[in-house]
């Protein structure tokens, strides 16, 4: 399971790293004649947490559709590893280690934590080999447990309802679904939207697990304190274009909301660029 | 009937609200470890979340006791109901499946006597050979469930517009398939005992305890796979008095049917049908993602779920079950009759409500139907003993499904599923 990931990295602080995980170079989209996306380019190394930021439209939406295979740019190149690759499709995306969590979680409210996080990819137990196979409750159960514990994800039973779980757990669940997969990529979009100060903190608290398991996160925010407080690097979407990376633990929430509204910052914040 | 599916008791109302509500109870996310907790509020929406469904069911069985002076719980009588609601109940366990899907099926009835009617024209003008007449009966019922589900899945028309339409087209095709007669008497002596024999004293105990037997087997069998793993486990005592529970209700009911003739063979196939859907439910990735296209059709795709291909399966398995609900409707009444029955789909759609079914999907299990084929064929049946009118019975009917329903919105209201 996530044993495979975990011992992957296990820096907190990542250090610069020469490859990206994830990389896309002189990404252009346009939708009719809207230019969406205007030669972006965009990295994210493992162990480390980027935050996407912009203002409405600036097209932060777009790009991470272009990563999770939504969207099929009309230009540019995917990397991963350093390796050109090819997403037409999610399942391309999916298969590439690139999973997705978006906004609506897609959970069944109706169906227990273990099921959910298994769905579509039941673990089965032959009762007649070749015959008759069933769910493996137990083994299914057994890795549920051991990956919410890696995670340090604490819910009160892993065979409630998810309907039952606070919006923080149900984020939580959501992400811990895609971890299954042993992802080296995992995408969140607006992952404290809506939820309360201590649900919060426990996604946060999520997310920080997610780099030290050695995966390169890539979380889209509107709450710059949440990105402050999880991100190593924001980067600033303006107008389609990648207008300005910071280094969070040199920067202030100041300078990120002027780039994102435009404001003249652009010397600060290039200096920081480099500095990465 | 004990029902450990974890489901059945969830709420069955507006996921959105529920999701809505979530910022007020923030603080749960601090919760210490993982860890089963029992207490009365859980039990009531889990495993224990039929019971207001049960205390309806004493309730009508004393009074009618009461005012049957004695007649209605009698061995004899209580043979004659189960086998009045084997069709409901098999009808019912088709309703189930659709409902679970979140969708309907209002063509159950019609579907029902149509195939009948094709297996006793088979049967009675044509001389087939009346496995093969049965046989033919349910296989119009797969083709008849293919086609609905071809117009709901693949064309994505609403069940509730196809299927009523559907049922308006399958009663045609019944005064077609029936040509002039209003009625036609099936005469065949092995579908014509299909419903009414009663098994012998060694099927009638050895079928039930084999069940009892293979059940218990699986619970320790879950046990000890449980105790390997290193997960919680229920205490022992729990597990006993769950098999004891199950093991006192089959030697009773046994019993029961002993004391009169024995087990009618109608209601151990009507049983066998709820146990082995609901073991398919249960047990199987098919039953899983029927719960998981119920409960959020989106989610189920996402997972790679084939939610056209399950919408399919269910419609045929579901007029599949129809059909047989309706040969066993003939061999009970050992005629089909080009008048469809007005109460029968409704029945059966009310007993699967009544029994926690949600009808927005998604929530319910196939065991619902046992406790809501009760409480309708205990109706039925105790206001024919008082000789009352049949504006009386529907009157009382609609009143007490009325009132069953009402019940388990407001118990479940009372407990709502997201706290904890």
Redesign the interface.
């Known amino acids: 399971m996530t044993q495979g990931s975990a011992s992957v990295i296990e820096s907190r602080a990542p250090e610069p790293q020469t490859v990206p995980r994830l990389q896309l170079r002189g990404i252009h989209k346009s939708f009719g004649g809207v230019q969406a996306l205007q030669n972006v380019d965009f990295e994210v190394y493992s162990g480390e947490v980027v935050g996407l930021v912009g203002d409405n439209g600036a097209g932060k939406s777009t790009l991470i559709k272009v990563m999770s295979g939504a969207y099929i740019p009309d230009e540019g190149e995917i990397l991963i590893d350093n390796q050109p690759v090819t997403i037409a499709s999610p399942q391309d995306s999916t298969r590439l280690g690139i999973e997705t969590v978006y906004q609506d979680l897609a959970l069944c409210d109706n169906l227990d934590v273990v099921a959910n996080l298994w769905l579509g990819r039941e673990a089965y137990r032959d009762v007649i080999p070749g015959v008759l196979r069933v769910l493996d409750e137990t083994e299914m159960e057994r890795r549920t447990t051991e990956v919410l514990k890696t995670l340090d994800v604490r819910i009160p039973s892993v065979r409630q309802p998810v309907a039952a779980l606070s919006g923080g757990q149900r984020q939580c669940i959501a992400v811990a679904k895609t971890i299954l997969r042993q992802p080296k990529v995992v995408l969140l979009d607006e992952p404290t939207a809506a939820l309360g100060v201590a649900q919060t903190r426990q996604v946060l608290n999520l997310i920080r697990r997610l780099r030290e398991q050695g995966l390169a996160v890539v979380v889209i925010s509107h709450n710059l304190h949440d990105v402050f407080e999880v991100t190593d690097r924001v980067i600033v979407m303006r107008l389609g274009q990648r207008s300005t990376t910071f280094n969070t633990r040199t920067t202030n929430p100041e300078q990120v909301v002027a780039a994102i509204t435009g404001a003249e910052y652009r010397n600060v914040s290039t200096s920081d660029a480099e500095e990465l | 009937m004990h029902d450990p599916d974890?489901?059945q008791g969830?709420?069955q109302r507006g996921?959105q609200a529920?999701?809505a509500e979530?910022?007020a109870?923030?603080?749960?996310?601090?919760?210490?470890?993982?860890?089963?907790?029992f207490n009365l509020r859980s039990l009531m929406r889990g495993d224990l979340g039929f019971i207001p469904v049960l205390l309806t069911l004493a309730l009508i069985t004393v009074y009618f006791q009461i005012t049957t002076t004695g007649v209605f719980l009698q061995a004899r009588n209580l043979s004659n109901l189960t086998q009045q609601i084997v069709v409901i109940s098999i009808l019912s366990t088709a309703a189930v499946l659709v409902l679970l899907l979140g969708e309907i099926d209002l063509s159950l009835a019609a579907v029902a006597q149509t195939c009948a009617a094709i297996m006793a024209v088979l049967s009675v003008y044509q001389n087939w050979n009346p496995w093969f007449a049965i046989l033919a009966g349910l296989l119009a019922g797969a083709v008849i469930g293919l086609m609905n589900g071809f117009f709901i899945a693949v064309l994505r028309v609403p069940s509730f517009i196809v299927t009523l339409a559907g049922s308006i087209g399958y009663a045609g095709l019944l005064l077609l398939v029936l040509g002039r007669q209003t009625t036609l008497v099936v005469r065949d002596p092995t579908i014509r005992s299909l419903a009414p024999t009663y098994l012998n004293p060694i099927l009638s105990w050895g079928i039930p305890l084999l069940l009892v037997a293979l059940y218990a087997a699986g619970i320790w069998f879950?046990q000890r796979?449980?105790t390997q793993?290193?997960?919680t486990t229920k205490k022992p005592s729990h597990l006993a008095l769950q098999i004891g529970l199950v093991s006192a209700i089959a030697v009773v009911t046994v019993l029961l049917f002993q004391s009169y003739q024995g087990v009618p063979q109608s209601v151990l196939i009507s049983l066998g049908v709820i146990v082995a859907f609901w073991l398919i439910l249960k047990?199987?990735?098919f039953g899983?993602?029927l719960?998981?296209v119920?409960?959020?059709p989106?989610?189920?795709r996402?997972?790679?779920?084939n939610v056209v291909g399950m919408k399919l399966i269910v419609f045929v398995l579901a007029s599949t079950l129809a059909a047989l609900a309706g040969i066993m409707l003939t061999s009970r009444s050992t005629a089909v009759a080009t008048q469809i029955s007005a109460t029968l789909l409704l029945n059966a759609i009310a007993a699967a409500v009544i029994g926690g079914v949600s009808l927005f999907g998604?929530?319910g299990s196939v065991w619902a139907v046992v406790l809501g084929a009760l409480i309708i064929g205990s109706l039925d049946n105790g206001l024919d003993l008082l000789n009352q009118d049949q504006s009386v019975k529907a009157i009382v009917q609609g009143g007490v499904l009325l009132l069953a329903v009402t019940i388990d919105a407001v118990v479940r209201r009372a407990n709502p599923?997201?706290?904890?």
């Open positions: 974890p489901n969830v709420s996921n529920a999701f979530q910022p109870h923030s603080g749960v996310g601090e919760l210490p470890t993982p860890k089963e907790r879950e796979r449980r793993a290193g997960l047990k199987t990735p899983r993602h719960y998981a119920g409960g959020n989106e989610a189920a996402r997972a790679g779920i998604g929530r599923v997201r706290s904890k």
